[in-house]
């Protein structure tokens, strides 16, 4: 709603005592809103007094509204950090989930390995029992590798 500055005005008693001033705003629809102040408040300037006036209508009629307007924007931040919060836990079980394929997968490399090693030792052995392979070819092998 726009108001705007209507007037200001001493308020007095019967004696001539002054109680305050009294600041009367204006909506576009006629309506009004009044406020009343000290009276050293009466020098104040019409932007000043509206301001104050302004102000005091403000707290009277939507005093929560400001602190909701905080919390509003705390909650927006609070929400776009439990998403980024998600989207971290999210990424941390696949790491997770990658992390445990890997120790699977070199599990089974090992077991596989292992094996051929078995398998080579096996086969080396038949072919040493066969009489394919001989001592003195197995020195030589040997001998070469460490040259």
Known sequence: ????????????????EVLGVRVI??????????????PDKFQLT????FNLAY??????????RAE????????ERIAQYDELVAKVNNKL?????????TAQQTA???SNSEMAQATL??????????????DEELTETTNTEIS
């Open 1 to 16: 709603m726009v108001y705007v500055f209507k007037e200001k005005a001493l308020v007095t008693k019967d004696s001539g």
């Open 93 to 101: 079980q696949e790491m997770d989930k990658s992390l445990e394929m």
């Open 55 to 64: 102000e005091d209508n403000y707290q009277r009629n939507y005093f929560h």
């Open 46 to 49: 019409n932007t000043e007094l």
């Open 121 to 134: 030792l096996a086969i080396v052995g038949k072919l040493y029992e066969k009489g394919v392979l001989v």
């Open 108 to 110: 089974e490399y090992a």
């Open 68 to 75: 909701n307007e905080r919390f509003d924007v705390l909650d």
């Open 25 to 38: 705003l204006e909506d576009e629809r006629g309506g009004t809103a009044v406020s009343l102040f000290e």
